[in-house]
């Protein structure tokens, strides 16, 4: 019995790595096909996990488009499965990967497991291309893991059997409980090693697609205003590596000196920084789930989230891309109080990767 893991960008690898190491601590059988949609942020994760791929597609090619990218993800799978016999396949969240993964697994009748399943905005266009990516996700996976109640009735809602959804949390909670345990020690340095030891900072990031351009040009004209009248206030901002995103920020916070402009952090080094922050901007999926852990509030820098679990933690607020907007919710939460805080993360307990390997080699064992 074979389980075959197919991810390619950073934070699906993040997601999947304790899943990975519960197989291994199990002893699964397992076949590694990283995608390599992302290139150096991917391998970050993959060395800090130690995850060792049986097959490296090596597809990233410098601002690829998402057709480009979904033709040579076809191309690359369909050669692998042809050679490769597999058992259940894993794909997790909603990127390309994700996506292609999931229908070439269905090609060849292979049955599907979809981590992270059940997250809806229900507006096709935000985010693009995820929220269609795990909707058609979700129509071809045979089980399906929920990280939260609600993202399982949003299954239910679209007509998936009950018995098929499992709800376990999200396996990013766990993959923040592994830095804690394992790199606990290189937190604090961290802060020392980028000269934030004594700062107040906020934690930036901003990569989303519907975001380019002007949206984010907006956001950053708020973030400038701010800092110019703050320089007691630090901006702390791991730039994901796209050139489309990469020339904005630096076009316009580069000459800040209370702007910190950096290359894509670590995870433990992210974590670090998060956990010695004020506050968070940012559109990142992951980045929400992980804030309540620290008990970090967050400004989300975008018109709609499929997380709105965090909404109700009272830790965060969905403030989109108006300059206007954006800089006074940066004045208010410079001083946010923590009152009526949930400080329990409404995303997981750091146990679903070990629910999710049970249900799996459940199904497994059932299907022959
Ligand atoms: C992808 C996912 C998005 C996820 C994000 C996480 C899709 C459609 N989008 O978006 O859901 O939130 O990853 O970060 O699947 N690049 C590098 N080095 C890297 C990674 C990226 O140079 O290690 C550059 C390349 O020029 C690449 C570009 O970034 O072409 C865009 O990468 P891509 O994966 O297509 O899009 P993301 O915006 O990263
Ligand atoms: N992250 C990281 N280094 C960075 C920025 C982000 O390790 O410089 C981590 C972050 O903690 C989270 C994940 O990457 O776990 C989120 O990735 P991203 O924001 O790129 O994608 P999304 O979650 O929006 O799909």
Redo the contacts with the bound molecule.
């Keep these: 019995m074979r389980i075959g893991l197919i991810f390619g960008?950073?934070?699906e690898a993040i997601k999947i790595a304790p899943i990975y190491l519960k197989l291994k601590e199990m002893n699964q059988d397992t076949l590694v096909i990283i995608t390599a949609?992302?290139?150096?942020?991917?391998d970050q994760v993959l060395q800090l996990f130690q995850i060792k791929p049986n097959y490296d597609l090596n597809v990233?090619?410098?601002?690829?488009t998402?057709p480009i990218?979904s033709q040579k993800l076809i191309y690359e799978l369909d050669n692998l499965l042809q050679k490769e016999p597999l058992d259940y396949i894993l794909v997790q969240g909603?990127?390309?990967?994700a996506f292609i993964g999931a229908l070439i697994s269905f090609y060849y009748k292979i049955p599907v497991a979809h981590i992270e399943a059940g997250l809806r905005t229900n507006d096709r266009y935000n985010p693009f291309?995820?929220e269609i990516n795990r909707r058609l996700i979700s129509v071809i996976a045979s089980l399906h893991f929920a990280p939260t109640q609600r993202a399982k009735e949003n299954l239910m809602k679209e007509g998936i059997n009950e018995t098929l959804i499992k709800v376990t949390g999200n396996t990013v909670v766990d993959a923040l409980h592994w830095i804690i345990d394992n790199k606990k020690d290189n937190m604090h340095q961290t802060r020392v090693k980028y000269d934030l030891d004594n700062k107040r900072y906020i934690l930036m990031t901003m990569?989303?697609?519907e975001n380019w351009g002007e949206p984010m040009i907006n956001v950053l004209k708020a973030v400038r205003r701010y800092l110019s009248e703050n320089p007691d206030m630090y901006l702390v901002f791991p730039i994901?590596?796209?050139?489309i995103v990469k020339n904005i920020v630096y076009d316009n916070l580069q000459d800040l000196e209370n702007a910190i402009l950096l290359e894509p952090l670590e995870y433990f080094e992210l974590i670090s920084l998060m956990d010695g922050c004020i506050y968070i901007m940012t559109d990142s999926?992951g980045i929400q789930e992980e804030a309540p852990s620290f008990g970090k509030p967050v400004l989300i820098l975008r018109d709609k989230t499929e997380r709105p679990e965090i909404l109700e933690t009272n830790l965060a607020k969905l403030v989109g891309t108006n300059t206007q907007t954006v800089y006074e919710y940066m004045k208010k939460f410079e001083n946010y109080k923590l009152e009526n805080v949930n400080f329990q993360n409404p995303f997981g307990d750091g146990k679903a990767s070990q629910r999710i390997t049970e249900y799996l080699i459940e199904a497994l064992y059932s299907t022959k």
């Design positions: 960008t950073r934070p949609q992302h290139r150096e942020i991917l990233m090619s410098d601002s690829q998402l990218l909603d990127t390309t990967t291309p995820e990569h989303r697609r994901h590596p796209n050139p999926g």
